[in-house]
């Protein structure tokens, strides 16, 4: 199969002040250092390049469709093991908030302006989707990633074994510690000899926007719009950095599955894990949401822009069209030397067909599920 890697890196997060949020009272910890970098994984976009035929590639208008519970409809046996695996939901109240800021750790990122924002309730994914719980999707539908059909996924390098990486002639220019790699997705994260067998309660990786669209349908839920996503990450919190406060290590604990050390050549694993954590390993924010921040990104079903108004708004969604959709919540990647993003006003994004060994989901519905 023959593909072309968009191998660039956006200029517009490079050398960027990284700052606290000044907004949110006394501040906590001191600014990012100036110059401070992305960790890239931004810049992991698959090229519009010609793609060999996969059987029933574009078949279905949408994923939704295709793969909604109706049209994969299972035996009354089978689907109550299917609801012991999925998700606990918790309503979340809608309400005001205040979205975004007026003092942006990375301005190019369109983290400003502050603005009022109201949300209908609506019901969220306490956790991150699993890889058991993306499995039990593949199995009822036979759903194949995209990952899958292009052959390949970007890793981060210090995951991989010395022999896959050996093999490998391309990385991602201004951030070459991302790889892509023949073979890894999300049964194989870390690459073609890796697997999932002790990390069934690992927040599912390599998963694209519309692989994480047809999962959520299949539940009969949806992504969250960044608005919905902000909202419930603040956790009743009125304009703190993270989804607890504003220290990042209160009472010297850690509350996120973060990147400690030098990034990106060493991870003390301070936190216990040097890539992703089970599910729910750490506490949890006001809403009962956990890995709100760290661990794994989450799409979003939001365009990408940068451009916001500061009139009040209601249920946003977004532009109506884009090339990037929004992610949110960072990742155990993120260092606040590289990746300041693990605030709950950052945000990053991709092209939808992206998908990396970082980036995960989690779902929400209008109705508890």
């Known amino acids: 199969m023959v593909r072309c890697f ?14 606290t949020q000044g907004s949110c009272g006394a501040q906590s910890e001191p600014a990012a250092p100036q110059g401070a970098s992305s960790c890239g994984c931004e810049s992991l ?17 949408e994923p939704a469709d295709k793969y909604s519970r109706g049209a994969n409809e299972r035996p009354p046996e089978a689907q109550g093991d299917e609801k012991e695996i ?62 899958e059909k292009f052959g390949d996924s970007f890793v981060f390098e210090g995951l991989l074994s010395k022999s896959v990486k050996n093999q490998i002639t391309q990385a991602v220019a201004a951030a070459p510690w991302w790889l892509p790699v023949k073979g890894a997705d999300w049964r194989h994260p870390d690459g073609p000899d890796s697997d999932i067998t002790d990390r069934l309660d690992h927040p599912v990786l390599h ?35 993270y989804p607890w406060g504003n220290k990042l290590y ?14 990106p050549n060493h991870n003390s694993g301070e936190d216990g894990y040097v890539k992703t ?69 950052a945000r990053s994004q991709n092209t939808p067909d992206s998908s990396a060994s970082n980036l995960g989901f989690r779902c929400v519905a209008q109705k508890q599920q």
């Open 277 to 345: 954590s089970p599910v729910m390993s750490f506490p949890a924010n006001g809403f009962g949401l956990y890995d709100m921040v760290g661990n794994a990104w989450e799409w979003t079903s939001d365009w990408w822009t940068v451009h916001h108004t500061t009139e009040k708004q209601q249920n946003p969604t977004g532009p109506p069209s884009g090339v990037d959709k929004v992610k949110k919540g960072g990742s155990y990647m993120c260092h606040k030397s590289y990746c300041y993003r693990y605030r709950c006003a």
């Open 45 to 61: 976009k698959r090229a519009a390049a010609p793609v060999e035929p996969v059987e029933d590639r574009g078949t279905s208008a």
């Open 86 to 147: 999925q998700s606990q939901m918790v309503l979340i109240s809608g309400g005001e908030f205040l979205m975004g800021t007026d003092d942006p750790g990375i301005p190019a990122d369109g983290e400003g302006p502050q603005r009022l924002v109201h949300v209908d309730s609506f019901y969220m994914d306490v956790q991150e989707v699993t890889n058991q719980q993306f499995q039990s999707f593949v199995n009822a539908t036979g759903y194949i990633t995209e990952a």
């Open 207 to 241: 998963v694209s926007w519309a692989d994480a669209v047809a999962y959520c349908s299949w539940t009969n839920k949806r992504l969250p719009t960044e608005a919905e996503w902000e909202y419930a990450c603040r956790g009743g919190l009125k304009d703190r950095l």
């Open 6 to 19: 968009a191998l660039f890196f956006l200029f517009g997060c490079v050398s960027k002040a990284l700052c």
């Open 250 to 263: 209160p009472k010297g604990q850690h509350y996120a599955n973060l990147w400690q050390g030098d990034f």
